[in-house]
């Protein structure tokens, strides 16, 4: 059983930055196994996929988040993050953690097979 537990999440004014975190455990499961994701879902809206990293260091980012947020994973600490700065209103919605099937970087849920509970950032004008 894999387990995955988001923090860091808050609020904050237009501008400012976040940093999340994902931590991992499960009694034999590493983060580098997989690729992992970041996704997030507004009220009313769909999951959408935000930020991944595959198994080989390569990134995807969804077009709204290019040049603002950043992924990245600590091995050594089972821990995934999402850094984000130069936040937007639309920014606003729950944001949760995700594992991959495979390798490559997850962006759709289809993609994904163990979630976290979700860390709430919202951001105001």
């Known amino acids: 059983q894999v387990q995955l537990v988001e923090s860091g999440g808050g609020s904050v004014q237009a501008g400012g930055s976040l940093r999340l975190s994902c931590a991992a455990s499960?009694?034999?499961?590493?983060?580098?196994?997989?690729?992992m994701g970041w996704f997030r879902q507004a009220p009313g809206k769909e999951r959408e996929g935000v930020a991944a990293?595959?198994?080989?260091?390569?990134?995807t980012y969804a077009d709204s988040v290019k040049g603002r947020f950043a992924i990245s994973r600590d091995d050594a600490k089972n821990t995934l993050y999402l850094q984000m700065n130069s936040l937007k209103p639309e920014d606003t919605a729950m944001y949760y953690c995700?594992?991959?099937?495979?390798?490559?970087?997850?962006?759709?849920?289809?993609?994904?097979?163990?979630w976290g509970q979700g860390t709430q950032v919202t951001v105001s004008s």
């Open positions: 995700a594992r991959g099937r495979l390798g490559k970087p997850p962006m759709t849920p289809a993609d994904c097979n163990y």
């Open positions: 990293i595959g198994t080989d260091g390569s990134t």
């Open positions: 499960g009694s034999t499961y590493s983060i580098y196994f997989t690729g």
